[in-house]
């Protein structure tokens, strides 16, 4: 299986996204939509992001359309996240989270989760500093309530 770090998106600006470049820090992965009604929760991964950001930690969102609820176009979705929940954390172009055109850092998750298909927009994923796993979170699992096992990961 293939490590975390070998992964790359391109961000929503278009510069390349090297997930090799967060090596030692915790990372909160997240598949977003802007339409969605769980869309407050960029709002609370903001939060945690600015909370913690300067002790190592970094949420990623990517958003997907896989569920028809994000925005037509990359840059409507960027607006949108800034202007309405003002997101600053990195974000990536949209992306497939299931199926055939699936984003292969998905698959890896999945996998490493040992969890088929990802059901809903704001699945979460919290990496350690070792590049493993901690835990996956469900879509309705609120960004507050991984706060305690977020900030094990960043001290551990």
């Not at 299986?1 to 391109?10: H, K, L, R, V």
């Not at 961000?11 to 407050?40: F, R």
């Not at 699936?102 to 999945?110: A, H, S």
């Amino acid at each position: 299986m293939a490590s975390i770090y070998d992964f790359s998106e391109t961000e929503m600006g278009g510069k390349p996204l090297h997930l090799k470049d967060y090596q030692g820090k915790v990372l909160l992965i997240v598949n977003t939509a802007s339409k969605c009604g769980l869309a407050p929760q960029l709002e609370g991964l903001e939060a945690l992001y600015k909370k913690y950001k300067d002790q190592g930690l970094v949420v990623l969102g990517l958003p997907s359309n896989q569920f028809h609820q994000e925005l037509e176009t990359d840059e409507k979705t960027a607006d949108y996240c800034q202007l309405h929940y003002g997101v600053t954390f990195p974000m990536t172009k949209r992306v497939a989270v299931n199926g055939e055109d699936e984003d292969p850092l998905f698959t890896y998750l999945k996998k490493a989760a040992g969890h088929g298909k990802i059901k809903w927009n704001y699945t979460k994923f919290l990496i350690g500093r070792d590049g493993q796993l901690i835990h996956r979170y469900a879509p309705i699992t609120k960004p507050a309530a991984i706060e305690e096992a977020l900030a094990e990961a960043i001290n551990a």
